[in-house]
């Protein structure tokens, strides 16, 4: 029988947000939480396809609330453009929206980013609550605070730190997720593993298989490890300023080649990242058996091949616009044991030209 689910606590400077999780956590939590949704306008934010195929798990929302409202907006990073969030702004205020109304984010982290971003903007700030439903958002985009649209220039570029009353983890929502995300989920399981918790790292090379083909039990528990994890880290550095940085592992590469090629989903394009950084490390002392078991699970968890030609001039300028983004230059995040890492800036421009190049001419392993 599978076990019953946990509540976390993250503990902020101003108060805490819950965290369910496991499978029935949605129910568990709506009533741990009817003291605070009774009477209240809840306007729930969402995709069509994901309304169409979880929308009745809602219900007992909708009994608890004062007033309830489904708000639907585009599936996936399309969500996240400031026309969808001046469009959403602009419904709560002709439906009746208050300071005292409640924003639910019900979707993968595109909508929880979105959702996030608008209930931290509207009428100065209204509470909100995550429900994710992908592997993704449960174990890292609906934790943390970190909300954000989009702009054409660069992704997640107008945001803030805005952190729901609760995130509702509930793993049975994992059941209906296509294999891909599910894969694409696994390598930020992973990250956080390499980055903070080598038997978390243990644990998934054992149970992969399991994993893999969706078993509820190994992924709840992979959920909750994960989750526990990055609750750890985001408590200690609740802005990013230090060791949160530790959980961008393979997203400085991940995330340009995920703008330049269109082809990867943002979990794959980390696992690719990923790669890349460990052979920088190894280059900085990583031990290559560690490095080698981290190459094999990324590779067991499976990348879809890059095309024959990646464009290296484009990933670059992405590469440099990053470098732009901060003061201090590019970082690189890289592992110096099985749970634990490093951030880098010392790495030069050049150097990193010549490692990309090799690395996307074919020698990367996949
Ligand atoms: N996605 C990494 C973080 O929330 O810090």
Redesign the pocket.
């Given at each position: 029988m599978s076990s019953p689910p946990v509540r976390l606590e993250l503990r902020r400077e101003a108060g805490s947000t819950s965290v369910w999780i496991g499978s029935g956590a949605l129910d568990v939590a709506l009533t741990g939480l009817s003291s605070l949704l009774g009477g209240r306008r809840v306007f729930v934010i969402t995709s069509p396809p994901l309304r169409q195929l979880h929308g009745e798990a809602l219900e007992p929302l909708a009994a608890a609330a004062g007033e309830f409202q489904v708000l639907e907006v585009a599936d996936g990073e399309a969500a996240k453009t400031p026309e969808t969030a001046i469009g959403v702004w602009r419904t709560l205020l002709a439906a009746g929206g208050k300071r005292d109304s409640l924003i639910v984010a019900f979707g993968g982290g595109s909508i929880g980013d979105l959702a996030g971003f608008v209930a931290g903007t509207f009428l100065r700030g209204v509470d909100y609550v995550q429900i994710p439903t992908t592997l993704l958002a449960q174990v890292?985009?609906a934790i943390?605070g970190?909300t954000a649209i989009n702009l054409p220039e660069a992704k997640n570029s107008v945001g803030l730190f805005y952190h729901p009353l609760a995130t509702i983890a509930d793993t049975g929502f994992l059941g209906t997720l296509p294999p891909r995300q599910l894969r694409s989920g696994l390598f930020e399981v992973v990250k956080t593993a390499v980055m903070r918790d080598a038997d978390l790292f243990s644990r998934l090379e054992a149970d992969l298989a399991r994993l893999l083909a969706g078993d509820a039990d190994a992924l709840a528990e992979s959920v909750k490890l994960t989750a526990a994890a990055k609750i750890g880290v985001v408590e200690k550095d609740p802005k990013?300023n230090d060791i949160?940085q530790l959980?961008?592992f393979g997203h400085t590469l991940g995330h340009a080649l995920e703008l330049s090629l269109e082809m990867l989903e943002h979990g794959e394009a980390v696992g690719y990242g990923m790669l890349f950084a460990i052979d920088l490390a190894v280059a900085r002392g990583f031990a290559p058996g560690e490095a080698d078991r981290v190459r094999a699970l990324i590779r067991r968890i499976g990348l879809p091949p890059l095309p024959p030609t990646v464009p290296l001039e484009a990933v670059m300028a992405r590469l440099e616009r990053d470098k732009k983004a901060r003061e201090a230059g590019l970082a690189w995040v890289v592992p110096l044991h099985i749970g634990s890492g490093e951030i880098c800036t010392d790495i030069a421009a050049e150097d990193v030209r010549h490692r990309v190049g090799d690395f996307l001419g074919g020698r990367n392993g996949c």
């Open positions: 890292d985009a943390g970190k990013e949160r959980l961008n």
